[in-house]
């Protein structure tokens, strides 16, 4: 009895044994296979991919009668974290075979992959690789089209690998096929949420609308995701993705050329441009003949000559450097071809503007949804004597008007195309033209017999905008002014079509510099005396462009004196008259003018002394101007009407009061306006933030105070849309003394100093 109680005990705990080492051997293989725990985001999901191999092709079958395109989406992963803003090169060998294995086709598709941030961007999360989280690049994609894959039933994929940060790529392949269903609209009731999304998100530019063409192709084509044949682990290697949604794929095909979409290209017919808001050095990465590369930098203002930088070498390969650049544009030309990269002083990477149009020609039209009453902008690229139709309809789609534009097609010297294989593409200057929209219209249409590419903005005419103003450029985040952009983009009703025949170009856009344009006109101060009894003069610095033809200097245009041998004394009795010195001193009186022979006998001691500076309307080169300066109280709105119509109103602020924050002023312009297409639209109502310009541009002439502090002039400009300028509204958040001149072509007979002014 003994015996078997031992030996019931010895099973006991053997099978106790026996059953913790297998949970414990269980339990070690579930924590060696767990996934490292990353962020994860509610709209994620999992997606097997494949990796490529350098030395043997991946192979994919599929169903030629079923299969319309195919989709070859990837994903570069690095081996280390690379830097952000790189772009790293790889390339898809892809063959097309038939049944019997015979090749068809053999392309090669270049890429150029960056770093998917998890707070920039959002689009790849990580990969499992061996339970280690890898740096994964933004999706890439191109497309097989139906011709490519006639009387093919396999494709075949290797990567070339193009850089030594590439640890590897991953691909997964979807075959277009289309789908049984009858009711098209249960079907896409029936489809999840998040697979409506990611479907939107793969066959729009943009998620803010989708049509009833987009519905019919989600739910009458899938996307059937292909295995490789072949052996796992041996033949292929699979792996697990995370992905964020809507994902959106970005397509760069660089063809045999490997450019950097996001680099600055020239060549002898493309000339690339980018505006520096902040002075100190500027550093560029250039591939290309240095020699062949010419850098000029031009002021928007136009107040200096444009001037040719040098670029000093750095120890770094291809790298160069513009020292102490000033606010302004730079411009970039080249006889050969180049590529460049720049950056800022603070290392910030600047990065060229695109947008996107829509290529329309004779069998295909871009229809537009718009709001009544409200108002477009077209731009329009295209061939010289391209005639295109802008065609308004009802809510029952019942034709109201039609217009007609002929295009100039000026070969663009900066703008360019970026081709679907990246090459970029001579284009034509963009072409634009503004229609205000009447209460009946609901549909617009844009189509033309010729190629041209289109692009629709929109706006509400008395929507809110509002822009900053400095003296010179300026990039500022003010806390209570927030800058609202004129113009918003529209999506036609068809994009989904655009997109589907890959008619939509992608246009790189850069600034050319601004133009010489001589102006014979003339600017006159209006007479505000009867609106705003307190006025004052002021002594203004004049700063015109430095094209200008320089006209003599009249009575009331002076010069700073450094020495009073400066001034020779008349001989005409009548000049001699005319004559005056001012004087700004630094104590009271802080303003005195006198006559020539009525000058103080200490003035020479004042001016070395520098306790006074003096100002003469005698000799050459004066640049500060009398000018009559009429206060407007804050809040206080003034309202001007005319009797002519001037070419441009030009307002002037200055404040004897300096203040932090930037003044904000309203305008308003009120008249009768066209109906009919236009090349230039005037904005009716507009919200400036000026911020203050230096103080020692202005000085006002009262004994009591010279201080004055100068705002950016506002130039109102009268376009041909306006059939009849009834009046002109100004209004400011604070005291200011204002001077409002009207620019017309016509001289007047008389001109009364503390009215003029010289632009």
Known sequence: MYYIKWLLKITFWLVLLIIVFWFGVRFYFWLQSAEPMAQRSDKETRSNVHWLHSDKALVYNFSPSRTYNLRILSNAIFAQQVEFDKPINYAIEYTLLDQDNNQLMQKVYHHASKLALDADQQQVKQIIENKAALSVSSGQSFYINSEQLTNASRIALRVIPEDSSLKGVVVRIHAKTPTDTDDINSAWLKLPVEWRERTIAYHTIGANAITTREIHNAVTFDWLKLAPQGVPDIDFKADTLYETLPYHVLTYDFGAQQLDLDGFYTDQDLSASFRVYEGGDITANIKGNIADINITWYDLKQREKPKKLTLEKLESPNTYQLLNTQPGLIV??????????????????????????????????????????????????????????????????????????????????????????????????????????????????????????????????????????????????????????????????????????????????????????????????????????????????????????????????????????????????????????????????????????????????????????????????????????FKLKAGQSLELSFDKRPDSIVIKLYSDNEQDTPLSVDTHLHGHFSKKLTDEYTISKKRYALVKANENKAFLLHPAQTSLFSYPSITIPINNDIELLKKFTIKADQDVWVSVLEETSEQQKQAKWWLYEVN
């Not at 690229?381 to 008007?401: D, H, M, P």
């Not at 090459?423 to 634009?432: A, H, I, N, Q």
């Not at 190629?451 to 209570?480: G, N, W």
């Open 332 to 629: 970039i030309q080249s006889k050969t071809m180049a590529q460049s990269s720049w950056f800022l002083a603070d290392t910030t990477p600047i990065s060229p503007l695109h947008s996107y149009y829509y290529g329309i020609d004779e069998s295909l039209s871009a229809n537009y949804r718009v709001a009544p009453n409200s108002d477009i902008n077209f731009q329009f690229r295209g061939a010289q004597g391209a005639l295109i139709s802008v065609s308004l309809f009802n809510t029952q789609k019942q034709l109201i008007e039609t217009h007609q534009v002929k295009l100039q097609g000026q070969q663009a010297l900066f703008d360019r195309i970026i081709t679907p294989d990246t090459l970029r593409s001579v284009t034509t200057d963009s072409e634009r033209f503004y229609l205000r929209l009447p209460s009946n219209a609901a549909f617009l249409s844009i189509s033309s017999k010729e190629t041209i590419s289109a692009k629709m903005q929109a706006r509400q005419a008395h929507f809110h905008y509002q822009t900053v103003l400095c003296e010179a450029l300026c990039q500022v985040d003010l806390p209570e002014f927030t800058e609202i952009d004129a113009w918003f983009s529209q999506q036609a009703q068809n994009d989904f079509t655009f997109t589907e025949q890959q008619k939509m170009l992608n246009v790189r856009l850069f600034e050319p510099p601004p133009e010489i344009e001589v102006k014979q006109t003339f600017h006159y101060g209006r007479n505000l005396i009867d609106i705003l009894p307190r006025s004052n003069t002021a002594l203004i610095k004049t700063e015109p462009k430095y094209f200008d033809p320089i006209d003599p200097p009249k009575d009331f245009n002076f010069r700073p004196l450094k020495n009073l041998s400066e001034i020779t004394v008349p001989n005409d009795p009548i000049l001699l008259a005319k004559s005056r010195v001012v004087e700004l001193s630094s104590s009271a009186p802080f303003y005195t003018e006198y006559a020539l022979n009525d000058l103080p006998d200490d003035a020479p001691l004042r001016i070395q002394s520098k306790r006074s500076h003096f100002y003469t309307n005698l000799g050459s080169n004066r640049s500060w101007a009398k000018q009559r300066l």
